[in-house]
């Protein structure tokens, strides 16, 4: 089992920059694929970002050049750096593990959750 437990969200500018953390438990996190997705009030929960083991990352093209994923295997952590933010960026902000060490950039793909964090950015 591994647990995911995320923070760094709350309310910015549009313009702004927030850091999201999220630290796992258990001891093969280096192995593990992980993810950022997001939820909007009233839509799906999409796609952010994804780093492999070896740190090869994928975004959503609403993201990139803006958001940077990154991990630290031994703090067991995974960030997301999310820059020049937009009030569509506004949602719960969900962290994924993906018990594989390739990345998915289908909810589907993942076998552990977070609880959520919301970021919130005004105009």
């Known amino acids: 089992q591994v647990q995911l437990i995320e923070s760094g969200g709350g309310l910015v500018q549009a313009g702004g920059s927030l850091r999201l953390s999220c630290a796992a438990s258990?001891?093969?996190?280096?192995?593990?694929?992980m993810g950022w997705f997001r939820q909007a009030p009233g839509k799906e929960r999409e796609f952010v970002a994804t780093i492999n083991w070896g740190r090869s990352t994928n975004y959503a093209d609403s993201v990139k050049g803006r958001f940077i994923i990154s991990r630290d295997n031994a703090r067991a952590t995974v960030y997301l750096q999310m820059n020049s933010l937009k009030p569509e960026d506004t949602a719960v902000y969900y962290c994924a593990a993906r018990s594989v060490g390739t990345y998915s950039v289908t909810s589907r793909g993942y076998d552990y959750w977070g609880q959520g964090t919301q970021v919130t950015v005004s105009s």
């Open positions: 258990g001891r093969t996190f280096s192995n593990y694929a």
